[in-house]
T-cell receptor, first 115, second 116 residues
């Protein structure tokens, strides 16, 4: 059962444009929604995260928009740069009493920013 | 990579052989996780640990076992490797939660395993 669905699979954007990646989740018990950035040959790196008590979080050029009623959240990359070219993963987790934060990941989006 | 090392970084093995991957952390974090990454599937949780000798299954645990005898080390064992276990394996850590409710997981550099 795929509990977090991510789209698109791949995205090509021109330098300076806006990149938008969307995710939808099913489990209403999820209470933490991070985005990870991964470069080839590297491990995923935490980019930005949001909890469901806010509808938007911004850090520099990266913004998460969260719609609790629609069970959707998205990543917006403003003024996209070639250095942003990477694979992006959304994820979700529910805090358990002993289990820590077990993440459920989306399938990933390959972002290419053309110069 | 947040004080996380994985060994080996690359391994090629034959079907039916046992394989052990090691994750070592220097952060003294309580929680440790093993994920596998495959095209079209993102990352999927194999096993996790919430303390020394405390482990539990994740989403794709069949064919894998884990052990954690020390805070800093989390081992993933494939008892009898199969071609379907060809993947990139990532270890992750997170610290014990407190009033700040931190959930961040930090990932290691990964191990690329090929089973022929």
């Amino acid at each position: 059962q795929q509990q977090v669905k991510q789209s698109p699979q791949s995205l090509i954007v021109q330098k300076g444009g806006i990149s938008i990646i969307n995710c939808a989740y099913e489990n209403t018990a999820f209470d933490y929604f991070p985005w990870y950035q991964q470069f080839p040959g590297k491990g995923p790196a935490l980019l930005i995260a949001i909890r469901p008590d806010v509808s938007e979080k911004k850090e520099g050029r990266f913004t998460i928009s969260f719609n609790k009623s629609a069970k959707q959240f998205s990543l917006h990359i403003m003024d996209s740069q070639p250095g942003d070219s990477a694979t992006y993963f959304c994820a979700a987790s529910r805090r358990g009493e002993t289990s820590g934060s077990r993440l459920t990941f989306g399938e990933g989006t390959q972002l290419t920013v053309n110069p | 990579d947040a004080g996380i090392t994985q060994s080996p970084r690359h391994k090629v093995t034959e079907t039916g052989t046992p394989v052990t991957l090691r994750c070592h952390q220097t952060e003294n974090h309580r929680y440790m996780y093993w994920y596998r990454q495959d095209p079209g599937h993102g990352l999927r949780l194999i096993h996790y640990s919430y303390g020394v000798k405390d482990t539990d299954k994740g989403e794709v645990s069949d064919g894998y076992s884990v052990s954690r005898s020390k805070t800093e080390d989390f081992l993933l064992t494939l008892e009898s490797a199969t071609s379907s276990q060809t993947s990139v394996y990532f270890c992750a850590i997170s610290e014990e939660e407190c009033r700040g409710l931190t959930y961040e997981q930090y990932f290691g550099p990964g191990t690329r395993l090929t089973v022929t």
